[in-house]
């Protein structure tokens, strides 16, 4: 397969597949340029200092292509918007319907999201300034790979809930990072890492693993004290 001879609706086949794809495709690349149009829209309120909940909120929709309409607006329209995800920009994504964040995600100035693979933030995760998270790839023979006519790929990222990430930490492809984990500052994770662990360097390593077992069997608890939810 090459650019000259390339069937788009095949080419978008094997990128949603996770296989090799020709990312200067026609279509391929005018998913970027909504992307950076999107971001530019919403890096461009961030420098106003005069900015609503909503507006962040709204902005940040379009980046992921998220098409649900807002809630009415209210008195304390701030509150219906506390679930969503707090980012501070500038932020720079490279197609953004491959982001999923949860709940209460914050996100600091400065991050970059190479979303050719689908990346998942879990609930109530902090990401400090500088923060890259690289799910694209490329072929590792410089012939396949080929300058601006090879193909790239992508490996999916996926981060559990109550992680924090500390300063300029990159992550690459094909990562899963468990819940509660802690990143140190400045480090690269090149591998799946478990849950309650702090980790840090490059490549980042198990430095310390959490007690956390009280503090679980506690959310248990509550979670089963719960009323239940008799809503259709």
């Known amino acids: 397969m090459s650019l000259k001879d390339l069937d788009l609706v095949e080419n978008r086949r094997r990128w949603e597949n996770g296989e090799l794809f020709y990312a200067f ?3 391929v690349i005018a998913a970027r340029r909504r992307c950076i149009a999107a971001c530019n829209d919403f890096n461009a309120i961030g420098s106003t200092l005069d ?15 998220d098409d649900t309409p807002s809630p009415p607006v209210l008195a304390e329209d701030d509150a219906q918007f506390r679930d969503y995800p707090y980012i501070d920009g500038p932020i720079k994504v490279d197609y953004g319907f491959n982001l999923k964040f949860g709940k209460q995600v914050y ?15 879990g609930s109530r995760t902090l990401i ?3 923060c890259c ?11 396949v790979r080929n300058g601006l006519t090879g193909p790239e790929g992508g490996k999916p990222i996926v981060i559990g809930e109550d992680c924090w990430f500390g300063g ?10 468990g819940r509660g984990v802690t990143v140190g500052a400045g480090s690269v994770v090149t591998k799946d890492v478990p849950d309650f662990v702090v980790v840090a360097g490059n490549p980042a390593k198990i430095i310390r693993r959490l007690n956390v077992a009280d503090s679980l069997e506690k ?7 719960l009323p239940a939810d ?3």
């Open 133 to 143: 998270f690289y799910s694209a790839t490329h072929p590792i023979d410089p012939f």
């Open 219 to 225: 959310e248990e608890a509550a979670r089963r004290d």
């Open 230 to 232: 008799n809503t259709v």
């Open 168 to 177: 300029s930490v990159i992550v690459l492809g094909g990562v899963t990072i």
């Open 128 to 130: 400090g300034p500088n």
């Open 51 to 65: 900015f609503t909940r909503r507006q962040m909120v709204d902005l940040w929709k379009k980046i992921i292509c």
């Open 107 to 121: 996100v600091n100035f400065n991050s970059t999201w190479l979303d050719t693979a689908p990346i998942t933030v």
């Open 25 to 27: 495709a026609p279509d």
